[in-house]
């Protein structure tokens, strides 16, 4: 899924288990760019402990060294339209822009990806579905004769780019406001890292690195806690987070409780909450004071984890899974809309259709039977929110 999305990206799955020490977190702050040198001036290295000290978190080292590999250098220039001159289209109908006047170049020449040539045509001149209708039709003398025009007209208009290298090539990634911090991947590596590392020798416990994602843009890494918790009648118990940055546009540094229930059968199913309920959520237009506050909501994991424990104790009574629950199931995956696609639900009904998933399994069986639907990412974390208010539903339902 995500390799067509990125510029460049890893997936790890096999992780070596061995830990960062503090100094191996030294260099994910550039201390030429001022938001950098203001979140290691609040978020010093030295509270943390020793440099030489490993973290709590196994797998950590492994993932350092695969981020600074996928770190590319990023530029973020702000120009008035007058300064931009439009060069056409790529094959892949990204546009191509020289920048005029940009500060230590004389010209600058950069080729967008991703969504930036709609976001470049809609935001700046209204004209998305317009540009697009021109490159379907083969119009792109039109589109070309339109924009040169715009950028004439409005030629004052100043706007905020955000490039990345690659190699020896610019790319232009998005449009961004000046107000916006650029928490980039660095920093919510450096934070979220760090806090946990925090958190994990004040509750004495540890944490593994399950799998990463990691691209030029975005990241998401899940964690695991080595200790465990048995539920009668339920299954083995085991709690961690997920970390999500985006850089991109409207995207934010969240944080969230996710858990694991194992049964006897090696039967297995991962829950998470709504997004609207994660530890925290950090936008990019945040200041510093609120960002700290932000940061020590992670003093809240436990009593989020306290809470979901007792939610899936109230599953101790029910050695089934209900037909209520199943028809739930079925509504909320079904009836989902962009979450999940065509082929994903199609097969979810063959299941469903088949009986595979009737309500003769345990609620551990018949989320695990569903979970071999995707192998997508995004759909599967859809699926353990889907999980976690079914759940929610049959223990307030059995409550009653």
Not at 18 to 29: G, H, K, P, S
Not at 121 to 133: A, H, I, R, V
Not at 206 to 216: G, P, Q, V, Y
Not at 320 to 341: M, P, T
Request: aromatic fraction near 12%; proline fraction near 1%; hydrophobic fraction near 35%.
């Amino acid at each position: 899924m995500f390799d067509n999305d990125y510029l460049y990206s890893k997936m790890m799955k096999v992780i070596d288990e061995e830990a960062a020490q503090l100094t191996d977190f030294a260099n994910l702050l550039d201390e030429s760019l001022e938001l950098d040198k203001l979140i290691k001036k609040n978020f010093p290295l030295d509270y943390y402990g020793n440099e030489s000290e490993y973290i709590k978190i196994k797998g950590s080292k492994q993932l350092i060294l695969e981020f600074n590999k996928i770190n590319m250098e990023k530029l973020d220039i702000i120009v008035p339209l007058k300064d931009i001159e439009y060069m056409g289209l790529m094959e892949d109908n990204q546009i191509v822009i020289n920048f005029h006047n940009i500060e230590k170049y004389k010209e600058l020449k950069a080729n967008g990806i991703y969504e930036f040539s709609y976001d470049f045509f809609d935001d700046l001149f209204s004209m998305g579905k317009f540009s697009n209708y021109c490159i379907k039709y083969g119009y792109v003398d039109l589109l070309r004769e339109n924009i040169k025009t715009l950028l004439e007209k409005n030629g004052s208009v100043i706007r905020q780019y955000r490039l990345i290298k690659n190699e020896d090539d610019y790319f232009l990634r998005a449009l961004t406001s000046s107000r916006y911090q650029n928490y980039d991947n660095n920093i919510a590596l450096y934070l979220s890292m760090l806090n946990l590392h925090k958190l994990a020798v004040e509750k004495k416990l540890e944490f593994k690195i399950e799998k990463t994602f990691l691209s030029d843009s975005y990241i998401r890494i899940f964690l695991e806690q080595e200790n465990e918790l048995r539920i009668p009648n339920v299954g083995i118990l085991k709690f961690g987070v997920l970390i999500t940055n985006n850089e991109i546009r409207e995207g934010a540094f969240y944080m969230e409780v996710r858990y694991k229930i194992t049964d006897e059968y090696k039967n297995t199913f991962y829950g998470m909450q709504p997004l609207k309920n994660s530890i925290f959520k950090i936008t990019h237009g945040m200041g510093i004071e609120t960002l700290i506050g932000k940061i020590k909501q992670l003093n809240n994991l436990f009593n989020i984890e306290n809470s979901m424990k007792n939610l899936i104790q109230g599953l101790s009574g029910m050695e089934k899974i209900s037909q209520d629950g199943l028809f739930s199931l079925y509504k909320k995956i079904v009836n989902s809309k962009n979450e999940l696609g065509k082929n994903t639900k199609d097969k979810f009904k063959e299941i469903y259709d088949k009986h595979d998933i009737e309500n003769t399994k345990t609620i551990v069986e018949a989320f695990n039977k569903i979970d071999s639907i995707t192998t997508d990412m995004d759909e599967k974390i859809f699926l353990e929110r889907v999980y976690h208010e079914v759940i929610m539903e049959l223990v307030h339902s059995n409550k009653q």
